[in-house]
């Protein structure tokens, strides 16, 4: 008896099998099944590097679901959800789909927990999740709190109750940030030991700001030509190029348009001094509380030769870029915003112009540029460069 129920088990996992439809090229199929959700709709959010986006409705029929659909690059980033509102901070699944069949396990009731199987890459993305996450222990209870003050900026209701809970924000960044570095290690040493790999040179994005232009072209060079040829290829390659911008011995990158007081302002107006641009936001905790220091160093070296550009990040909130003006008192020296232009339709991310900004490289704020008198940049303080320490060192010895 026994024998016959295991040859009718293998008769019917190969009956299944058989009736596996053969994928055709250029196409996925999703296989999954949910827990916590015998019918109803779920929502398949992908894009591909480009940021190309498309959402689709997954049939949930008795706890299951079948989804194929075209792809025409090596994968896919997607995300499943209960909502198409790609904005909202609904928990997801996040997933990489590549050209094959794949089966994805869901729970209805806790839909980040879910499993893929039969992507090459959702593999190395979870192994690299189980190292970070190990990392995540040793600094827990300070991520508990960190991410319990974000849900409450989430959920203020003044701007004043929002920003007194974005400097704990900040004090929780500080603290975490030996957690950052070891993150940063792990990603590292996750690149070099699989430069194949399709995750590797996603988070190699994510580390450029931390690597000179020798080690970053090293490593992309490591990558095979199909994924340094791809979108985010392509991307990270002329982000490496970017790094000569910006930098000691660099030309100061060149514009012309009008400050905060619709006059009109290019880099040509201060030929002849030291100027120091201050990459900054009115939303950027460490720019404003560097903003006094900025200050006292404007006071003390403006009669020899010094002069300052804040060039602010708040293209799309103009009433709090004047606003952080007034308050920090900073309109001693002239100010303009960045000029960045993005389009946001259909819930994307395409950046049309990255405005003043790209002719620096600027990645984080703040970051701060002196430039000569001649154009030529002298010193990079933060993004990247020196520390502001440094800054002063330099200025003192300039003054």
């Known amino acids: 008896m026994k024998q016959l ?24 199929r999703l296989n999954g099944t949910v827990i916590n959700m015998d019918n109803g709709n779920l929502f398949l959010i992908s894009y591909d590097d480009a940021r190309n986006i498309k959402t689709d409705t997954l049939k949930i029929v008795d706890g299951a679901f079948s989804f194929e659909s075209d792809i025409t690059t090596v994968l896919l980033n997607g995300m499943i959800g209960k909502s198409t509102d790609i904005r909202n901070q609904e928990p997801r699944f996040q997933l990489f789909l590549e050209p094959t069949i794949m089966e994805v396990n869901l729970d209805a009731n806790n839909i980040t927990k879910g499993k893929l199987i039969g992507s090459k890459t959702q593999e190395d993305s979870d192994r690299l999740k189980v190292l970070q996450m190990e990392a995540a222990k040793k600094y827990q209870s300070i991520l508990d709190d960190f991410q319990a003050n974000i849900d409450k900026i989430r959920a203020s209701k003044t701007p004043k109750e929002k920003d007194s809970l974005k400097y704990i924000d900040n004090d929780f960044r500080t603290q975490l940030e030996p957690y950052y570095t070891e993150l940063g290690n792990i990603s590292i040493q996750f690149i070099n030991d699989n430069p194949s790999s399709y995750i590797s040179l996603q988070n190699m994005r994510f580390q450029l700001q931390k690597m000179k232009y020798d080690e970053a072209t090293a490593m992309f060079s490591k990558f095979p030509e199909e994924l340094q040829y791809s979108d985010m290829g392509k991307e990270i390659k002329k982000s490496i190029e970017e ?40 939303w950027c905790v460490p720019c404003r509380k560097g903003n006094p220091h900025l200050l006292k160093l404007y006071a003390q070296y403006k009669s020899k030769g010094l002069e300052i550009l804040g060039i602010s990040d708040d293209d799309r909130d103009h009433d709090a870029w004047r606003k952080a003006v007034e308050t920090d008192k900073i309109g001693v020296w002239r100010h303009v915003l960045r000029g960045l232009k993005i389009d946001v339709s259909g819930g994307g991310y395409k950046l049309l112009d990255d405005g003043i900004s790209g002719g620096y490289n600027i990645s984080t704020l703040p970051t701060k540029i002196l430039v000569g008198p001649d154009g030529v940049i002298v010193g990079r303080f933060g993004g990247g460069g020196a520390a502001d320490e440094d800054m002063d060192k330099m200025l003192a010895e300039i003054f």
């Open 5 to 28: 129920i295991v040859i009718a088990l293998v008769l019917f996992i190969v009956s299944c099998e058989q009736t596996e439809k053969p994928l055709e090229a250029n196409k996925f």
């Open 243 to 282: 790094m000569k911008l910006g930098i000691p011995g660099a030309m100061a990158g060149d514009f012309n348009t009008t400050d905060i007081n619709g006059k009109p302002i290019t880099l040509a107006d201060f030929k002849g001094q030291y100027l120091l641009i201050d990459f900054w936001a009115s």
